[in-house]
């Protein structure tokens, strides 16, 4: 399974955030797979940000829900972060990734990521 983030590397203060990942060798509606954002801000560790299953449910970070939605195409076989009302605290190299299991993780414990993308939040 290949993964690959795409979207704008600056986005202006309060606007939002909005990121693809195309899945390749796999399908986002092979069952028991989980696929998430994660992201790293400058020189601080790894952020879980949601994840979405195979069947579209969704489940969100509690400090980032009120401003995150991920959402899918199946036709195209990509998922996409939106992240409302950003501030430069949202600057980070954001990735996708997936793994297959039934428990839901709620941290960057995936199997399969994409090479990042870097985002800045700036005017």
């Known amino acids: 399974v290949q993964l690959q983030e795409s979207g704008p590397g600056l986005v202006a203060p309060s606007q939002t955030l909005s990121l693809t990942c195309t899945v390749s060798?796999?399908?986002?509606?092979?069952?028991?797979?989980?696929w998430g954002w994660i992201r790293q801000p400058p020189g601080k560790g790894l952020e879980w940000v949601g994840a979405?299953?195979?069947?579209?449910?969704?489940y969100y970070s509690p400090s980032l829900k009120s401003r995150t939605s991920i959402s899918r195409d199946t036709f195209k076989n990509q998922f996409t972060l939106q992240l409302t009302s950003v501030t430069p605290e949202d600057t980070a190299v954001y990735y996708c990734?997936?793994?297959?299991?039934?428990?839901?993780?709620?941290?960057?414990?995936?199997?399969?990521w994409g090479q990042g993308t870097q985002v800045t939040v700036s005017s």
């Open positions: 979405m299953t195979y069947g579209d449910i969704t």
């Open positions: 990734a997936g793994y297959k299991d039934t428990y839901y993780y709620t941290g960057p414990r995936y199997d399969y």
């Open positions: 060798g796999g399908s986002i509606t092979t069952n028991s797979y989980h």
